[in-house]
T-cell receptor, first 111, second 116 residues
Framework: RKEVEQDPGPFNVPEGATVAFNCTYS??????FFWYRQDCRKEPKLLMS???SGNEDGRFTAQLNRASQYISLLIRDSKLSDSATYLC????????????FGKGTTLSVSS | GAGVSQSPSNKVTEKGKDVELRCDPI?????LYWYRQSLGQGLEFLIY????????KSGLPSDRFSAERTGGSVSTLTIQRTQQEDSAVYLC??????????????FGEGSRLTVL
């Protein structure tokens, strides 16, 4: 069974904190990986792709560990506006079913 | 509009009634997806359209669910004889290419269905 597992949280952190989320996937043949962000009662939006070499976009860093089959998202200097649910997404191929969404990790940043 | 448009945004219906949910994808996008998201759950794949190819219907939970895409653009998801467990947010997404490594789907705001 294809699975993408995330700690649902919530992660409650103060502004300025550094927080990290992990996500594990079961299919070793998975091809590509992404983090989406979903605000409360809103649609998901792509946050960033996750590359094998790791990638950084401002305060956000994503990493992939294929050997252990997990990806991570690190948020530095958390802002109130970072409060959202972060969805781990794994692409297993070209079929319509290929994008597997995790249930998400909820982050709440407080002042 | 520039984004994916869905209607209605909210729909309350009685058990046993049929409902139609509409999705208008981003102009020029060839791929269109329907997902369902129940409270506290992840996105559940329902159906995928790609250009003129036969749709991937493997995610439809029962034969009460059907979808079509006319003219390669607008799509309608139909749920017949609705049940209470059909209550969820139905999300439509489009993409400008065959599912590739970009992984970027553009979602609409969803249609929130409540079956009483």
């Amino acid at each position: 069974r294809k699975e993408v597992e995330q700690d649902p949280g919530p992660f409650n952190v103060p502004e300025g904190a550094t927080v990290a989320f992990n996500c594990t996937y079961s299919n070793s043949a998975s091809q590509s990986f992404f983090w989406y962000r979903q605000d409360c009662r809103k649609e998901p939006k792509l946050l960033m792709s996750v590359y094998s070499s790791g990638n950084e976009d401002g305060r956000f860093t994503a990493q992939l560990n294929r050997a252990s089959q997990y990806i991570s998202l690190l948020i530095r200097d958390s802002k109130l506006s970072d409060s959202a649910t972060y969805l781990c997404v794994v692409n297993e191929g070209q079929a319509g079913t290929a994008l597997i969404f995790g249930k998400g990790t909820t982050l709440s940043v407080s002042s | 509009g520039a984004g994916v448009s869905q209607s209605p945004s909210n729909k309350v219906t009685e058990k046993g009634k049929d409902v139609e949910l509409r999705c208008d994808p981003i102009s020029g996008h060839t791929a269109l997806y329907w997902y369902r998201q129940s409270l506290g759950q992840g996105l559940e794949f329902l159906i995928y359209f790609q250009g003129n190819s036969a749709p991937d219907k493997s995610g439809l939970p029962s034969d009460r669910f059907s979808a079509e895409r006319t003219g390669g653009s607008v799509s309608t998801l139909t749920i017949q004889r609705t049940q209470q467990e059909d209550s969820a947010v139905y999300l439509c997404a489009s993409s400008g290419r065959v599912l590739a490594n970009t992984g970027e789907l553009f979602f609409g705001e969803g249609s929130r269905l409540t079956v009483l």
